[in-house]
């Protein structure tokens, strides 16, 4: 690795603690940014469409004088790059720094975007004081736009020139225009949320369901919706109202925390920016079903037949149990009879089966010894009984008892791997995420959905809440990056779609640059390849995470 020139001992103390980061996070001090890779952004976003005129003007006035303007989003990303000097475009253009490429730090290092994004506050870094030496010809501002609501950090601007045109009067420039934007956003929220409420108080006015209203930075919601919603329901139906359906008018099927099922309509509010009725109604219990409150709970004449919740570990299979079980409901896990004993476990089975209604859920049946099957096997004969739901492993996969008990049920619910999923992926993760993260604040990046979506996941829910779990820890605020997921979940493209000698070949890239901490000269000599092979092959490999 290059050394600089200058060392972190020399310059004030936020560039030394960006250079850090950058140095943790891997970033070279020299060669391309093969990080940055452009990516789709909103162009129709309230930050664009607030900062166009300000930015119209201010760029206005600057031309002819060399300088550049940048407008980041929240993800910082690029959204907006204007520039007159021939110089400044090809050196801008040479380093990759277009729309739609990320500024964070952990990706091209010290600069006037992504440390604002670090350090929460405007930041001026002159050439020398850029970590990556292909910077260094820039001196660049950045200003953080908050939402004058939220206060909420909404994108950055940053004001940019090669070094020996670089001018001292520029901060309060750029405040000023930064200041003009908070106050678009302002007026367009005031806008928004007035056609939003309007919305609302319609739909809340007559419906005796629950009713909520998403904008882009509010959440309200009826009587009925506060009662029924948990936190974590809410959170997810805010990314459901993030990415509406294409249809004006839209109903969905949506499980609520409690288990239950509840039909979702989702409406496109006119005149409000990205926003969304939502109305929640919860789905009928069904004939034998019976919600906690209401009694008496009415006996059948036989009782039903059981079903069976089937499908590979980790999909989801005791959750669709509750969900499809009436209430009160008595959980049965096989592990139970290893720890406690099969004698309490059957003496606690026979009991529950005495009640007339609510359900009994027996948990992994393919684990249950043949003792523990015989006796659920001849209660499922019991003309009158709770409701029985079974769940186990595939089908064909059981074998002896475990096959009898499951070909009494003749209700069958077979639930297929979350790589079979993928379109439900952002919204579990999102859910997951809520019940882990330190703050509100903590969300995750486009880039990192995207990974998410790619992956196969042969570990299913239980592999992908473990990832989103390691995730959340690495970060108290901000959106979680690619560098904060395990190292196997950082490829942005499914791994199938390589052949077998290409993911043996990317596994001994990726070793090699853990075991020289991302120094892809050592990385190199280490494979007997130069580095500029070495540059490419991570390329090709789709290697994000170096």
């Known amino acids: 690795m290059a050394q600089r020139t200058t060392t972190s001992d020399e310059v004030r103390p936020d560039i030394a603690a960006s250079w850090r980061r950058a140095s943790l996070a891997g970033v070279e001090h020299e060669g391309p940014f093969d990080r940055l890779v452009p990516r789709e952004f909103d162009r129709n976003g309230s930050l664009l469409v607030g900062a166009g005129p300000v930015l119209d003007q201010l760029e206005a006035s600057l031309a002819g004088t060399g300088f550049s303007t940048i407008l980041g989003d929240r993800e910082c ?49 002159h050439g020398s004081e850029h970590f990556a030496e292909s910077l260094r010809h820039f001196s660049c501002y ?68 629950a009713v909520l209203a998403i904008g882009e930075d509010i959440v309200m919601s009826n009587q009925a919706a506060s009662s029924l919603l948990s936190s974590s329901d809410i959170a997810l139906l805010r990314v459901l109202g993030e990415d509406p359906p294409a249809s004006s008018d839209s109903t969905l099927r949506f499980t609520l925390e409690t288990g239950r099922a509840a039909d979702v ?18 789905r009928s219990c069904g004939p034998h079903l019976t919600p ?90 019991l003309r009158s009984r709770p409701q029985l739901v079974f769940t186990s492993g ?13 070909g009494t049920a003749v209700v069958r619910d077979e639930l297929t791997t979350l790589a079979s999923r993928r379109a439900e992926i952002p919204g579990l993760a999102a859910a997951m995420l809520a019940d882990v993260a330190a703050s509100d604040d903590v969300h995750l990046t486009p880039g990192v959905i995207h990974a998410l979506t790619a992956q196969d996941w042969p570990g299913n829910l239980r592999e992908l809440k473990a990832v989103i779990t390691f995730a959340a820890g690495r970060r108290t605020h901000g959106g979680i990056a ?65």
């Open 77 to 125: 990303r690029i959204v907006r790059r204007w520039d007159d000097d021939p110089r400044t475009r090809e050196g801008l253009d040479l380093l990759n720094i277009r729309e739609g490429t990320s500024m964070l730090e952990e990706n091209v290092g010290t600069n006037g975007l992504g440390t604002v994004f670090e350090t929460r506050h405007p930041v001026v870094i």
């Open 265 to 282: 309509t989702v409406t496109r509010v006119p005149g409000a920016r990205r926003g969304v009725l939502l109305r929640v109604a919860e």
């Open 482 to 546: 690619l560098t904060d997921l395990p190292d196997q979940y950082r490829v942005a493209s499914p791994s199938h779609t390589l052949t077998t000698r290409d993911r043996a070949e990317r596994d001994a890239v990726v070793a090699a640059l853990r075991a020289f901490d991302g120094n892809k000269v050592q990385a190199a000599r280490e494979l007997g390849m130069s580095r500029t092979t070495l540059y490419t092959r991570i390329r090709q490999l789709r290697i994000t995470s170096y």
């Open 394 to 406: 595939p089908v064909e996969t059981l074998t002896g008892r475990a096959a009898t008990l499951a």
């Open 292 to 381: 906690p409150s209401m009694s008496p709970v009415r006996v059948p004449d036989r009782a039903p037949a059981p079903t069976l919740v089937f499908g590979p570990p980790g999909t989801g299979r005791s959750t669709r149990a509750k969900e499809i079980g009436s209430l009160p409901t008595k959980v049965f896990h096989a592990a139970t009879a290893l720890l406690e004993g099969q004698e309490v476990w059957a003496k606690e089975f026979d009991g529950a089966m005495r009640r007339p209604g609510g359900c009994v859920v027996v948990e992994a049946i393919d684990l249950l010894s043949d003792e523990l099957l015989d006796l659920v096997i001849d209660r499922v004969d």
């Open 142 to 209: 950045g200003h953080p736009i908050r939402h004058p609501l939220t206060r909420r950090i909404e994108g950055v601007l940053d004001i940019s020139a090669l070094v020996d045109t670089a001018s001292p009067l520029l901060p309060p420039l750029i405040a000023r225009a930064v200041h003009d934007i908070e106050q678009r956003l302002l007026d367009g929220s005031r806008i928004s949320e007035k056609s939003l409420l309007a919305a609302f108080q319609e739909a809340s006015g007559h419906s005796k369901h």
